[in-house]
Nanobody
């Protein structure tokens, strides 16, 4: 059974950094598009960043230049480096894997940006 396990969330100060990791198992990781979504209280889940199987990336406009998504196929892991964090980045962040009709989600990790 496919599992996605996120880690690295927590509390950061405005302007600070965090790195999220998502470890995948029981899947041919390199073939999947991997993405990070987030959901803030009272808001819809939104796509933050995506990386294709060919390593092309795309980002939500509000995180461009601050967040970087990357993947390590040898470790079956996708990362989200988050710099210059803002209070509006506070949300639960979810890892997502997609290949055709196969879509999987992690359990989510809380990111709180506050002084």
């Amino acid at each position: 059974q496919v599992q996605l396990v996120e880690s690295g969330g927590g509390l950061a100060q405005p302007g600070g950094s965090l790195r999220l990791s998502c470890a995948a198992s029981e899947m041919i990781f390199s073939r999947y598009y991997m993405a990070w979504y987030r959901q803030a209280p009272g808001k819809q889940r939104e796509l933050v960043a995506i990386i294709t199987s060919g390593d092309s990336t795309n980002y939500l406009d509000s995180v461009k230049g601050r967040f970087t998504i990357s993947r390590d196929n040898a470790k079956n892991t996708v990362y989200l480096q988050m710099n210059s964090l803002k209070s509006e980045d506070t949300a639960v962040y979810y890892c997502n894997a997609a290949l055709g009709v196969r879509i999987y989600w992690g359990q989510g990790t809380q990111v709180t940006v506050s002084s």
